[in-house]
């Protein structure tokens, strides 16, 4: 019972981590410059994901 | 959400864009603000796809795996770019960027006008203390441009303003927030400014909203604050607004909720205030309470 609660605990605050954070969530080639992306956007025809996040 | 195997084949369909604001007013922070206020974005997180040739918000992908596959999965963008848009905004940038290092009233004003919403809420922002007047002159024109953060600004202009030749548009805006990403907030701004702004005609336009019940929602206690505030400025209102305010006591929770019940009582006692009713608030706010407040 106590494992899982820690186990819960620790996952929650990974999760508040991640939300809040400077470094973007792994895996997609993100950029930080919106007239880059658009730039790449418009020469390869593809639309802009945004994902706005704060410090919390 | 991320990583996540089933959105591995998105990484190079979409061009992925990471906007993080820590509030220092750094340059990379102020950059991202700019992010922020071109697409009229007051909350977070936000996560959405858009159009890199008009800034159009495509679809709101939401924060699970299988929305975002289906947001992603049904949209897509205009085949060639319009040069008037991408000049706009190079030179709105510009401006923006100008206003921040050098923020003189000549070139707010300036700004004020221009097509891009980046280099007019940097405008805004410098006029809202430098020349108030500049923007309530213009206040209808403002209220219409369909940006959030845009819009709070203006209609907080207006209520220390207190101008009464915006009400009409601030009631258009609380009737029907026209492009807003969050209407509840856009309303809670405009009913704020025409607590300072309206008179009797815009007593019927707030009166649902004090009346709606919704004692979790910020907006139900702003109305009635809006409503007193009329009928305390407009002898002409006071009947309407007496009225409005009684129909306005909310009726308590049906189940067993100790958090309803003390949200709705705190509205009951707004409405109570609002009304300057001399007798004591009753000790047990129930529907026979209720019932004695709305009819005496």
């Excluded at chain 2, 040739?53 to 939401?62: C, Q, R, S």
């Excluded at chain 2, 007019?120 to 430098?130: Q, T, Y």
Aim: charged share 30%; with cysteine.
């Amino acid at each position: 019972m106590g494992r899982m609660r820690v186990a819960l605990l620790a996952a929650l605050l990974a999760g508040t981590a991640r939300a809040g954070s400077e470094t973007p969530p792994a895996g997609p080639p993100w950029q930080r410059d919106l007239a880059e992306a658009r730039q790449q956007a418009l020469a390869e025809g593809k639309p802009l994901f945004l994902y706005f996040t704060k410090t919390y | 959400m991320l990583p996540h195997p089933s959105l591995k084949p998105l990484y190079d369909k979409l061009v992925w864009v990471y906007v993080y604001r820590d509030f220092s007013g750094s340059k990379p922070d102020r950059a991202a603000e700019r992010i922020l206020l071109r697409f009229g974005v007051s909350s977070w997180p936000q996560l959405f796809l858009a159009d890199p040739n008009d800034w159009k918000i495509l679809k709101h992908t939401g924060r699970t795996t299988e929305s975002f596959l289906a947001a992603a999965n049904a949209v897509s963008v205009r085949a060639t770019p319009s040069d008037q848009m991408l000049e706009r905004t190079r030179t709105g940038e510009e401006l923006a960027v100008r206003l921040e290092e050098r923020p003189t009233t000549k070139l707010a004003r300036e700004a004020l006008e221009h097509d891009d919403i980046v280099a007019r809420s940097r405008a805004l922002g410098v006029l809202a203390s430098k020349d108030p007047k500049f923007v309530v002159k213009r206040a209808k024109a403002l209220l219409e441009v369909p940006n959030d953060p845009f819009r709070y600004r203006v209609c907080d202009l207006l209520k220390d303003a207190a101008d009464p030749s915006a009400a009409r548009a601030l009631e258009a805006l609380v009737t029907k927030p026209i492009d807003s990403l969050n209407p509840n907030v856009m309303r809670i701004h405009a009913v704020d400014a025409l607590g300072a702004c309206g008179d009797v005609r815009s007593v019927r336009v707030i009166a649902p909203f004090a009346q709606s019940g919704e004692y979790f929602n910020g907006l139900t206690g702003k109305a009635v604050d809006a409503l007193a505030a009329i009928g305390k400025r407009q002898k002409a209102a006071r009947k309407e607004v007496r009225a409005a305010l009684k129909a306005a006591y909310p009726h308590p929770p049906e189940e067993d909720d100790a958090r309803a019940r003390r949200a709705c009582v705190a509205l009951a006692r707004r409405v109570h205030k609002a009304l300057g009713e001399k007798r004591p608030f009753p000790q047990e706010y129930d529907e026979k309470a209720r019932a004695k407040l709305v009819n005496s």
